[in-house]
């Protein structure tokens, strides 16, 4: 069977950060913290195949870890000490993402590869071991199913279920891994109604 991921990140911010796009001086470089992974089949009904959620130990620009500021915390529930007892380096995070997909295509809700890739491994000084045509941006997804650009242009993953009158109870914004899965049950939704075809995945 086909299948595609879907992803999310959470990347370190203090409060305000993103309005001054991190270039205040206390701003943390906004690498991640944690990924979320969902495993969605293409085939008949299109079923959510597999899940998984890394925690990585954020490390600065001298190979120290990073502690995490209490506004991020407070947004995403993540602790310190669930990094210092779950958390795993940013190369086994990556690896552990690259065997996850099983060569099947990224999809994140805008580009969180830039935040996973491009900025964490330029801080760690590692090479990023996916390349960047293997990530695809799931907005295009939603514009492929009809969805109009000027409500496309200001709904937000954690929003996108509520628009489409899906419930999910179980949903915690800023978790990556529920983030993930709330934009892979609106996708299974479009998949399934028919407004979307799974050819759309295939770039």
């Keep these: ?70 506004f991020f915390t407070k947004l995403t529930g993540i602790t310190d000490e669930q990094i210092d007892e779950h958390g795993v380096s940013l190369a086994d995070a990556l690896e552990e993402t690259e065997r996850f997909s099983s060569g099947a295509q990224f999809w994140s809700w805008g580009k969180d590869e830039l935040n996973m890739m491009a900025i964490s491994c330029y801080i760690e000084g590692i090479s990023p071991v996916i390349p960047a045509n293997r990530f695809e941006n799931a907005c295009n997804l939603l514009l492929a199913a009809g969805m109009p650009y000027d409500d496309l242009k200001k709904t937000r993953s954690t929003s996108l279920a509520a628009y489409y009158g899906i419930d999910l109870p179980q949903a915690k914004d800023h978790d990556a891994l529920s983030d993930a899965l709330s934009v892979t049950h609106v996708l299974r939704h479009l998949l399934n109604d028919g407004a979307l075809k799974a050819q759309a995945f295939k770039t």
């Design 1 to 70: 069977m086909e299948t595609a991921i879907i992803f999310d990140c959470e990347f370190l911010v203090s409060e305000g950060a993103q309005q001054r796009f991190w270039c205040g001086p206390f701003d943390p470089d906004p690498v991640i913290a944690q990924i979320g992974l969902v495993k969605l089949g293409l085939g008949d009904g299109f079923p959510i195949l597999e899940t998984l959620r890394i925690f990585v130990k954020p490390m600065d620009r001298q190979g120290q870890p990073m502690g995490l500021d209490p």
